[in-house]
Nanobody, 127 residues
Framework: QVQLVESGGGLVQAGGSLRLSCVAS????????MGWFRQAPGKEREFVAT????????WYDDSVKGRFTISRDNAKNTVYLLMSFLLPEDTAVYYC????????????????????WGRGTQVTVSS
């Protein structure tokens, strides 16, 4: 059983940056693909980014490519999402998720590929 806790959300102006953290406990996540998803008010939860166990095969949604960077520190059992050049449309609750392994990162772009989820952290971008 893996427990995930996100932090780092907040209110930021458009063009600013935030770094989200996701700390895992209960088991190591070093062998798992990890992902970030987000859900804006009135919308379905959507994929943001995923990172492979060795960090060498990452995948981003087109809406964040070039602005967001996913990374991980397996020694700390932690995954990060650095968000830069934030836009008002990035406003959402951001969720961390733990998936499996043995597939390319493009496999982990849908919710059903993930077994464990955090409760989310709110990110609000003002214009």
């Amino acid at each position: 059983q893996v427990q995930l806790v996100e932090s780092g959300g907040g209110l930021v102006q458009a063009g600013g940056s935030l770094r989200l953290s996701c700390v895992a406990s209960g088991d190591t996540i070093s062998g798992r693909n990890m992902g970030w998803f987000r859900q804006a008010p009135g919308k379905e939860r959507e994929f943001v980014a995923t990172i492979s166990p060795g960090s060498g095969n990452n995948w981003y949604d087109d809406s964040v490519k070039g602005r967001f960077t996913i990374s991980r520190d397996n020694a700390k059992n932690t995954v990060y999402l650095l968000m830069s050049f934030l836009l008002p449309e990035d406003t959402a609750v951001y969720y961390c998720a733990a998936g499996g392994s043995g597939r390319t990162s493009s496999y982990y772009t849908t919710e059903g590929r993930y077994r464990y989820w955090g409760r989310g952290t709110q990110v609000t971008v003002s214009s």
